[in-house]
């Protein structure tokens, strides 16, 4: 039985990785931080990690990405969705007035991860401004020190199954600002793991230009232009060598074992650019029932 780390417990990573890969195939470990859940993977603590790296509101969890681009060398294994529904926990006010224009307006701390605030910014705009936000490791690290503290002034934003599990009421279900908000995972590591086939493959490649070269990225996007090769996402982040100095991130809709997809590869490389594959990995939708590891 293969290892995965994951961050958790009671984290959204921890119930989107349940769904997807099951409870019969993995054994899941939970870290308190990300870069702990690198560094097991990286170091053979465990064989596989899972990583949130985009967000529908939020979009690309920059963090994240740069750890698996700077620190650690970590096939890309698989991806897939899930839905991340954001609820507000916590305790009633301990004075028992009820507030109808502001029912939470006795809280005066909010918990959680860094990137909730922007995905639920319009509840915390409308109930939650008078709050401190204070960042912490998970969601379900708010949450367990919210059970804690037993301060109705002290609230957290996380997962149901942190509320059931730390014993803390939900407040409020589903603060997120759209209904629809997703996430996106990655299955990342050394060793590849036996999955269900998905019709549809990704390839995430890293593209650095040739310095003081015009119209390199005109060339660079040429190459899969011309040949039809869909790059469902393209993203510069900074090489952290040089001011100025970019690689774009770029996800393919598409396979390494096709014709086109690595002769563009060769011609972008023929003019000077640096490519790294990160990984060809099979792409799975949310399926509300089924999970993807072999049975």
């Given amino acids: 039985m293969k290892k995965v780390a994951i961050l958790g417990p009671n984290t959204f990573s921890e119930e989107a990785t ?39 509101l939020e979009g690309s969890v920059h963090l994240h990405v740069d750890w698996l681009v700077h620190e650690v060398d970590l096939p890309i294994r698989a ?22 224009e502001n029912p939470y307006g006795h809280i005066r701390k909010v918990l959680s991860h860094h990137v909730v605030p922007a995905q639920c910014s319009r509840f915390m705009k409308q109930y939650l401004s008078g709050a401190e936000f204070e960042q912490v490791s998970s969601t379900a690290e708010g949450v367990r020190i919210t059970s804690a503290l037993q301060d109705p002034t002290v609230a957290a934003i996380g997962t149901a199954i942190a509320s059931t599990n730390y014993g803390v009421p939900i407040l409020q279900k589903e603060i997120q600002d759209h209904k629809d908000n ?40 040429s190459a899969f232009a011309w040949r039809r090769i869909n790059l469902s996402k393209i993203e510069s982040r900074p090489t952290k060598k040089k001011l100025g100095n970019y690689y774009f991130y770029i996800d393919i809709a598409g396979s390494m074992d096709s014709v086109l997809l690595p002769a563009a ?10 490519v790294r594959v990160l990984g060809c990995y099979p792409s799975y939708q949310y399926q509300s029932q089924t999970n993807i590891s072999e049975v």
């Fill in 18 to 56: 349940r769904h997807f890969l099951g409870n019969e195939t993995f054994e899941y470990v939970p870290f308190k931080l990300i870069s702990d859940v690198f560094t097991a993977t990286a170091s053979g603590e465990t064989e596989l990690a899972v990583i949130p790296v985009e967000n529908t």
């Fill in 79 to 100: 991806e897939w969705v899930f839905p991340i529904d954001m609820n507000l926990i916590g305790y009633p006010d301990s004075e028992g007035v009820q507030n109808l």
């Fill in 182 to 221: 997703m996430t996106r995972f990655l299955l990342v590591g050394q060793e590849a793991s036996e999955l269900k086939a998905s019709d549809q493959m990704k390839t995430t490649i890293l593209v650095t230009l040739p310095d003081d070269h015009p119209g390199g990225l005109h060339q660079m996007l």
């Fill in 265 to 274: 590869i060769q011609e972008i490389e023929a003019i000077g650019c640096q």
